[in-house]
């Protein structure tokens, strides 16, 4: 299974409101990721959790906070967004953070809006 | 930081070669991977290069030269399929920064 899951596949929310994103991945994988994609860019590192670890934080607002409750699931949560963090977001995981990052598979995004 | 140059746009005719060159400016440099990205899909990885030198993967192939700070991904035998964007990513630092990406368009 090569597979990385991700709910929900859209999302619409307003500026007050909390949501949550989930990602999942049952390859074994130890290093799990955060990007942000806009329309006709490459992704954005956000996060980059490393045995459950959060490792690296690309100095993202703390409107998104990331979760990793074990080591196939990966959440982040949203609060009180402005309408340019309207984005996909992925989600993607790799063996681990230092050997094999290069190779990474991604998840087929949460496509965000923020009104 | 990290800077990395790809073409915007490349187009070609089914059946034909293409070649989408790179070219980075990098602090901490481990590697060249190569991403395929589907209009409305996830990236798909497709190749990396830690050495200099060419890697072949079926129709792909892809080279990096780090002493030049370059490398090309070669897209042999072209399909429709092949239409998407494709990126090339330097590793450094256990990270994956992306170049801006090139849009393939591949016509019959």
């Known amino acids: 299974d090569t597979e990385v899951t991700q709910t929900p596949k859209h999302l619409v929310m307003g500026m007050t409101n909390k949501k949550s994103l989930k990602c999942e991945q049952h390859?074994?994988?130890?290093?799990m990721y955060w990007y942000k994609q806009k329309a006709k860019k490459p992704p954005e590192l956000m996060f980059v959790y490393s045995y459950e670890k959060l490792s690296i934080n690309e100095s993202v607002p703390s409107r998104f906070s990331p979760e990793c409750p074990n080591s196939s699931l990966l959440n982040l949560h949203l609060h009180a967004l402005q309408p340019e963090d309207s984005a996909l977001y992925l989600c993607a995981s790799s063996q681990d953070r230092d050997g094999s990052s290069y190779e990474q598979y991604f998840g087929p995004g949460t496509r965000l809006t923020v009104t | 930081g990290q800077s990395l140059e790809q073409p915007s746009e490349v187009t070609a005719v089914e059946g034909a070669i293409v070649q989408i060159n790179c070219t980075y400016q990098t602090s901490g440099f481990y590697g060249l991977s190569w991403y395929q990205q589907h209009d409305g899909g996830a990236p798909t990885f497709l190749s990396y290069n830690a050495l200099d030198g060419l890697e072949e993967t079926g129709r792909f192939s892809s080279f990096l030269s780090r002493s030049d700070s370059y490398g090309y991904l070669l897209l042999q035998e072209l399909q429709m399929k092949d239409s998407a964007s494709y990126f090339c990513?330097?590793?450094?630092?256990?990270?994956?920064?992306f170049g801006k990406g090139t849009m393939l368009l591949v016509s019959p």
């Open positions: 390859m074994g994988h130890r290093a």
């Open positions: 990513a330097v590793i450094g630092y256990s990270t994956l920064t």
